[in-house]
Structures are given as C-alpha cells and as structure tokens.
C-alpha cells in the first residue's frame, strides 16, 4: 500500500490528479498485490506543486521532479524496483508534456521499517498486512 510523492515546480504538469492517480495505479500494478479495496483505497499518490524559487540543484537550476515511493519493508524487489522507477519517469514526462525532463526526475525508494506501517491507527508488520488482505479476500470471496 504505498504512498507516491511527486514534488515539482508549480505548472509543471496540466492534471496533478491524474498523475496521482496513475503513479498510485503503477505502483500498486508493479508491486502486484491484489486488487481489492484494502490496497485500492490504501495506495496513494500526492502531488506537491511548489514554487520553482524552492528548487535548486548546485548550479541554480530548478527544473527537477522528485518521486518518492513509500513502500512496506520487502515490498519491491529488484525486478520491481526497476520497473517501478522506468514506468514513473515515463509517466513523469507524459504528464509534463516534456521529454527532456526524463534526465531530470528522481524516483527515490523507501522502505518503511517492519512494523512501521501505519494503517489503521495500528503500527502494522507485513504479517499483519498479509493477514489483513487475506481476511479481505476470503470475506470477498464469501460474499460472491
């Protein structure tokens, strides 16, 4: 259930809603867990426009985007954390409209420490979230 965080300079992109909405649907796709609404209502993504006068690299550029992805420890392995950092750059540069930004977006990956996802009002470990969604799916399943 990952929290995706884009910061970039204001305008950057037309629709910062559907950028959060696709980066959500990436790395919930990416990170291949179920699509039930405990993973669906739970992943999110969060576009911060800010001023291009808080933007600066060494030599004063301030042109950049920053992705960061929050993850639950474990939950991208290699192959995913590559697939995740190539389909959010290229979403990064559809939603500006601009290919030259690819050489200019950072995707960091984060691994929340075990038991230190907040869900809830519960510090949850990956058992408890595993456990969670299997209730989730068996009640689905049930219900059908």
Known sequence: MPMIDVYAAEGTFA?????????????MA????????????????FVHEIPASTISNV??????VRVQ???NA?????NKQLAVVAQLTDLIVKASGDESIRDRTWVLLTEA?????GLWGR?????????????????????H
């Open 59 to 64: 030599d004063g550029d301030s042109n950049y």
């Open 74 to 78: 474990g939950g991208l392995d290699r």
């Open 15 to 27: 629709d910062p809603k559907q950028l959060a909405r696709e980066a959500a649907a990436i790395v």
């Open 30 to 45: 990416v990170e291949q867990v179920p699509d039930i609404p405990m993973f669906r209502k739970n992943t999110a993504g």
């Open 123 to 143: 510090a949850n470990s990956n058992a408890d979230l595993v456990a969670a969604a299997r209730e989730q799916i068996a009640e689905l399943q049930a219900g």
């Open 69 to 71: 992805v929050l993850t």
């Open 113 to 117: 420490p075990e038991g230190g996802w």
